[in-house]
């Protein structure tokens, strides 16, 4: 009988897919593996290393080759992406065809590779390679959350070396050891415990992944290592001989788990109607959001504040290789390459510059700037100060293709179709009619009595209930912003029947302006409106007798001199003639 002797471990650890630092003084050499990018778009991929502003020769003719001239550029600076760009998936599917484990008696992976040994399986792991499509988000000083699209390919590398018992050889008897067969029988990924992608016999597995929400999650990847040994005895005799043979089955389950964020958009979105055909929307998304589209061509959009560069993920720089004699380090040829993205100084845009959409409101989480998660030799503009995550925003345009409404995620190929997204009921925009007039006057001061109403129904529009201080506001954002009148340099709220009064004291023109509120805080919501009055105390009778009272006291000194002047000439004529 044959005997089956086997073993079963298993082990978990925990990575975040960290790109972890190099020093400044660092420069690694990265060959490009085979046309999955051109010249210029790997002069772009690695913004972490040093920027030493190589110099480009010129040929004979004094030119400069465009690409060699863009490559020059990007020697001296980094360059950073209006939107997620597709070079890092093509590049690290490409440099992971270059990546190879060792052979039988050699492990080889990452320095942070967690190996598990049994009975004769030594060194064994997986790792992951790259998760694609991705995008490492830089939101905090100390935040940077993994976001990974729902749907997505997992490269990983399982490796391991067999490492078998020492043979012996003595006068009657010969023991000899051998590997009779070896597979990595599954890989596996696992969602939160749930299994979501499979494959079978291939030390770089590619895993395509299919799951569904939101938030995050544990990644788990995990291989089933299988070794068959076979261990032969000859024993011999005087004239004979005799061969015997037994198999041993050895088995290792290992595995890594990756903290990420499944990042699925699931966005809700307000709509408006101006009265003057100008329309607005509003959006918000939970996670954080790229922007989005307004047309079919794709031209009249609206960017929020991330921006996005490409590195390198320096944990690969290097590979270990483990052999039953020790460890030795060498440099890897395969480089996984991610898409990062950053809070710009740019902040949000709407774009066509002069005659596109307009920005009217962005809100969000109010964070410290994440400068210091971002790499010390990458400088592409990211805020210095406090900014705002811009999980919603509203704009007012002048026309929007309701089947061409997308919100565009910060993870290439994860978009929204605003068309399917929870909308909530149009909001009405209604014209509103200002009037102003002299309500009553006294010698000094006018009293001027606003009112504000619909202009279609003729109902007051009411600012204020000065009974139990309740208002029309059904906000969208967590901002609410309510309207005001403003007249003669004060801010006043109409009463229950839209009126509102102010006393002025100074004749002149005095324009009562409407400033509503904000359509996404106020339902219903009304377009602003101005009206104006003149006031001066000649204006009316009483003014006139208030004038010429006045008039009055202030001609008699000059008419009681004038007199006495009179009075005086004469008295001296009259004395010189005598």
């Known amino acids: 009988m044959t005997p089956i ?33 051109t010249d210029n778009e790997t002069a772009t991929l690695f913004s972490k290393e040093p920027n030493h502003c190589e110099e480009v020769t010129s040929d004979s003719a004094g030119d400069t080759d465009e690409s060699e001239a863009f490559e020059e550029l990007t020697s001296c600076t980094d360059v950073s992406f ?6 890092a998936v093509r590049w690290t599917a490409t440099a992971f065809d270059d990546l190879e484990p060792g052979g039988t008696r050699t492990s080889v992976g990452p320095p942070h590779a967690s190996r598990e040994d049994s009975w004769a399986i030594k060194d064994a792991h997986i790792s992951a390679f790259a998760i694609h499509p991705s995008t490492r988000a830089h939101t905090g000083p100390d935040e940077r959350p993994l976001f990974i699209a729902p749907e997505g390919e997992l490269r990983a590398l399982v490796d391991y070396r067999v490492e078998t018992p020492d043979g012996e050889d003595e006068e009657n008897f010969t023991q000899r050891w051998s590997v009779s067969s070896q597979e990595v029988r599954e890989v596996r990924v696992l969602r939160d415990g749930e299994t979501v992608a499979t494959a079978q016999g291939s030390q770089t597995p590619v895993l395509e992944y299919a799951t569904s929400g939101s938030g995050q999650t544990e990644v788990t990847l995990e291989a089933d290592i299988e070794v068959e040994i076979r261990e032969f005895v000859i024993i011999r005799g005087d004239g004979w001989a005799d061969t015997y043979s037994w198999d041993y089955s050895d088995e290792i389950t290992v595995s890594q788990t990756i903290t990420a964020h499944v990042y699925d958009l699931s966005a809700e979105r307000y709509t408006a109607t101006y009265p003057d055909g100008d329309v607005g929307i509003g959006v918000y998304q939970a996670l954080p959001w790229h922007g989005y589209t307004l047309s079919a061509d794709g031209n009249d959009m609206v960017r929020g504040v991330w921006r996005y560069y490409t590195a390198r993920d320096t944990s690969w720089d290097e590979l270990v290789e483990e052999t039953e004699g020790g460890s030795d380090v060498v440099t890897s040829d395969a480089r996984p390459v991610y898409v990062h993205s950053f809070p710009s100084r740019v902040g949000p845009r709407a774009e066509p510059d002069r005659d596109g959409p307009s920005i009217l409101d962005v809100w969000g989480i109010e964070s410290d700037s994440p400068a210091a998660t971002i790499h010390e030799n990458v400088d592409v503009g990211v805020v210095d100060d406090r900014y705002t995550r811009s999980y919603g925003m509203v704009i007012r345009t002048d026309s929007i293709d309701q089947d061409s409404l997308i919100v565009q995620g910060i993870v290439r190929g994860v978009d929204a179709p605003l068309s399917e997204a929870a909308h909530m009921d149009d909001r009405e925009i209604r014209e509103s009619d200002v009037d102003v007039v002299i309500e009553s006057v006294n010698d000094s ?22 009974i139990d201080g309740t208002t029309r506001m059904t906000s969208i954002g967590p901002d609410p912003r309510d309207g005001y009148l403003t007249i003669a340099g004060e801010r006043i709220e109409t009463n229950q029947s839209g009126m509102a009064t102010v006393t002025v004291s100074e004749p002149g023109l005095y324009t009562a302006e409407y400033h509503p509120g904000a359509w996404y805080t106020h339902d219903p919501a009304y377009a602003g409106g101005t009206a104006s009055v003149r006031w001066h105390p000649l204006t009316t009778v009483s003014g006139w007798l208030t004038l010429l009272s006045q008039s009055i006291w202030w001609v008699i000194p000059f008419a009681v001199s004038w007199y006495a002047g009179i009075r005086l000439t004469t008295f001296l004529q009259v004395g010189g003639r005598r």
């Open 445 to 466: 001061a006018a009293t001027l009595r606003v009112e504000v109403t619909d202009a279609t129904t003729g109902d007051p529009i009411v600012l204020e209930d000065p």
């Open 82 to 87: 209006k939107e997620p760009p597709s070079t």
């Open 5 to 37: 002797i086997k073993f079963t471990t298993a082990a978990c650890l925990l990575l975040g897919l960290t790109t972890a630092g190099v020093t400044a003084s660092e420069s690694i050499h990265v060959e490009q593996p085979a046309a999955s990018v």
